[in-house]
């Protein structure tokens, strides 16, 4: 009997723990661009809410502090109800912004 070789696939998460810039561009052009400026080439977002670049650059800024922020938003910006693994997406796209 010939025993298959089968893959548990681990190369798979890795990437669960530290958060897909490439998803997180979707969802934030999905769920956020009303609001923030969320790429280069975006024309306009609202103005009295920073864009993503200027958030990845704010002073003290964290990958954990933008994650609890994303858990629990300020009243100012709607709770939309992220899963942790949007929040590390969004997180990982955010902070890739950074100059
Ligand atoms: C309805 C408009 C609106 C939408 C949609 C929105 N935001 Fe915001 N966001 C705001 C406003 C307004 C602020 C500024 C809050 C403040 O200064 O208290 C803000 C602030 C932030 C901050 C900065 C927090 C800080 O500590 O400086 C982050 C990070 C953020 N938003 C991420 C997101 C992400 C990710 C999405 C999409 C999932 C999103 N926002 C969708 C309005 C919005």
Partial sequence: MVLAAFSTAPAALPALAA???????????????ACHVVA?????????VPSFAAIAASPGRTEE??????????PKMPDMNLSRREIADL???????KK
Avoid: M
């Avoid at 897909?20 to 661009?33: I, N, P, S, V, Y």
């Avoid at 502090?65 to 300020?74: E, K, M, R, W």
């Avoid at 997180?91 to 912004?97: E, G, K, R, S, T």
């Fill in 65 to 74: 502090n933008l994650q609890v922020f994303l858990v629990d938003p300020h």
């Fill in 40 to 48: 280069d080439d975006q024309q306009r977002g609202s103005e009295a």
């Fill in 91 to 97: 997180v990982a796209y955010i902070l890739n912004q």
């Fill in 19 to 33: 958060g897909d810039a490439f998803e997180g561009e979707k969802l934030a052009r999905t769920w956020c661009a």
